[in-house]
T-cell receptor, first 111, second 116 residues
């Protein structure tokens, strides 16, 4: 199984940046790093993904370590709507489709 | 697009009854996934299809569970007979593997199943 390690929980204040770390020391050379989040009572939703270079989209930024054994999801200005469970997953290559979700990080955003 | 559609959203049944969960993937997507989420085990992949063909069913817990995809726009997950330990939220997701794409999956709202 593709395993990642994330803190169980993190807290932030509204309008402040949030850095969510993830360790994925067993990542293979062809695996992408994916981040999904799950808001309360909803299905998971895609946030961002990357392979080697840092990535930005309208939701977040993804910073990938040079050795690819860790990454950080960055929410530039947290809002109350960002309170969710954030999952870091590495997958792809020959195992397309098999996303293994860990326990994720519960992000609490304080007003 | 309406996104992935699941029905029913909530299902309450008694032990021993047959339960059928339904999913309509996003139009044009060629992969469909069934997940189960519980507090104890988190989010688990049960089975997934590519072009309506089951590719990997290693996550299906036991023979009481079966899944079908008769066409590109419809899939079912059936539990027969149901047991209280099957109580969970079941998610369906779909994706499209275009050239250069990765595992971006789009999830439905889920079906909350309660087996009494």
């Amino acid at each position: 199984d593709a395993k990642t390690t994330q803190p169980n929980s993190m807290e932030s204040n509204e309008e402040e940046p949030v850095h969510l770390p993830c360790n994925h020391s067993t990542i293979s050379g062809t695996d992408y790093i994916h981040w999904y989040r799950q808001l309360p009572s909803q299905g998971p939703e895609y946030v961002i993904h990357g392979l080697t270079s840092n990535v930005n989209n309208r939701m977040a930024s993804l910073a990938i370590a040079e050795d690819r054994k860790s990454s950080t999801l960055i929410l530039h200005r947290a809002t109350l709507r960002d309170a969710a469970v954030y999952y870091c997953i590495h997958a792809g290559g020959t195992s397309y489709g098999k996303l293994t979700f860990g326990q994720g990080t519960i992000l609490t955003v304080h007003p | 697009d309406a996104g992935v559609i699941q029905s029913p959203r909530h299902e309450v049944t008694e032990m021993g009854q047959e339960v059928t969960l339904r999913c309509k993937p996003i139009s044009g997507h060629d992969y469909l996934f069934w997940y189960r989420q519980t507090m104890m085990r988190g989010l688990e992949l049960l089975i997934y299809f590519n072009n309506n063909v089951p590719i990997d069913d290693s996550g299906m817990p036991e023979d009481r569970f079966s899944a079908k995809m008769p066409n590109a726009s419809f899939s079912t997950l059936k539990i027969q007979p149901s047991e209280p330990r099957d109580s969970a939220v079941y998610f369906c997701a779909s994706s499209s593997r275009k050239t250069g794409s990765t595992d971006t999956q789009y999830f439905g709202p889920g079906t909350r199943l309660t087996v009494l």
